[in-house]
Structure formats: C-alpha cells, structure tokens
C-alpha cells in the first residue's frame, strides 16, 4: 500500500517566522512530488513540485527532497497570516499512474 | 483560459437517487483523475482515465460508482443509490501528461439527505 504521511497539526507560527512543513512516502519508485495548498472550503492549489534531490526555491517557499531519507518538505518563510491553510503533500509513481496524496498539515499563521 | 471546470458546485440528492458529476479538464489535458474528501480528511484518488478509457480505478468502490471519460464531453463521476457516507466534497484534476503536475476543479460538494 503506497502511502503519503503528514503530520495533520495544527502547526502555529507567529507572523514572520519560518513553518517547516513535513512529509514522508512509502515507495522508492516515486519520482515526482507535489505540494499543494487548500483553503477551507476550496479545491487544492498547486504551489510548488520538485522531481530531483535537493532543494527548489520559489519566492518565499522553498520544497526540500532526500530520496535516500523518503522524505520531502515545505519551508514557508516570512509567514504571513494569509498563508494559513492546509498544505498537501503528494507522491507521484511512474507506472502506477496516479498521485497519492497525504492527508494534510494545518498551518495557522499568528498576526 | 478555463481551468478544470466542475459541475454542478453543489449538489444535493436523496438517499436511493443518483449523482452525476462533470469534469471538463484544462484545455490540452487528456488525463483526469476523481478525487473524494470528506469533512476534516484528505484527499483520497478514486480514479485515473484518459480519453476512453480507465487506467486505474483502484480507489473506486466497487458497486454504485463508476466513471468515464469519452470521446467527446465531459468526464463523469456517477454514483447510484446514493447513501449519507457518500456526502463529501469530489475534485477532479487533470494534467498533460501522466506523473505531472495535476490542477483542480473547484469540486462538487454533494450532500445527500
């Protein structure tokens, strides 16, 4: 059973800080990973992919991944209170065709 | 520039009737997947189609869901006999190509009485 693990939180951060947000998968052959960002009530937003090891940096958000470790992550930095949400993480698999998601980490962003 | 569009928003039925939900995928995109979420959960996939066809249906239930995607027209979510488990909030997303980034649909919040 392929799986995607999320700390579901809440996680708080005070205004400005740095969130950490964490994430682990199952299975070796995934290749390709998601962070998604979902408001309540509204449908999940992409905000960042990364496919190689390392780090991705975009704006104020940079994705880390250790494919030795399974292990992907989200740094948030400068937080805003409009960055209160739920991140979803997400594994794609080659071959087996459909991304699994994790069920998410609550951030709240403390003005 | 439409992005995923689902249809209808919201979406209410009877316990025993049937729900019909469409997805029409980004312009471009032949690759759709159904995702449901209920109330405080994650998303969980259901279903992954191309034009025609189903690839992987490993999160469907096995009776009164099924989907399509044809030819011509929207992709379908139907699911028959409708109970109070299935009320929950149905996302489609589509993508270019398998394994890449997929986009979603606002979603169809279907509440069965």
């Known amino acids: 059973q392929k799986e995607v693990e999320q700390n579901s939180g809440p996680l708080s951060v005070p205004e400005g800080a740095i969130a950490s947000l964490n994430c682990t998968y199952s299975d070796r052959g995934s290749q390709s990973f998601f962070w998604y960002r979902q408001y309540s009530g509204k449908s999940p937003e992409l905000i960042m992919f990364i496919y190689s090891n390392g780090d991705k940096e975009d704006g104020r958000f940079t994705a880390q991944l250790n494919k030795a470790s399974q292990y992907v992550s989200l740094l948030i930095r400068d937080s805003q209170p409009s960055d209160s949400a739920t991140y979803l993480c997400a594994a794609g698999y080659t071959g087996g065709f459909k991304t699994i998601f994790g069920a998410g980490t609550r951030l709240f962003v403390k003005a | 520039n439409a992005g995923v569009m689902q249809n209808p928003r919201h979406l209410v039925r009877r316990r025993g009737q049937e729900a019909r939900l469409r997805c029409s995928p980004m312009k471009g995109h032949s690759h759709v997947y159904w995702y449901r979420q209920l109330p405080e959960e994650g998303l969980k996939f259901m279903v992954y189609?191309?034009?025609?066809?189903?690839?992987?249906e490993s999160g469907m239930p096995k009776e009164r869901f099924s989907a399509e995607f044809p030819k011509e027209g929207p992709s379908i979510l139907r699911i028959q006999q409708v109970v109070r488990g299935d009320s929950a909030a149905y996302f489609c997303a589509s993508s270019s190509r398998e394994n890449t980034e997929a986009f979603f649909g606002q979603g169809t919040r279907l509440t069965v009485v």
């Open positions: 189609l191309q034009k025609e066809n189903i690839i992987d």
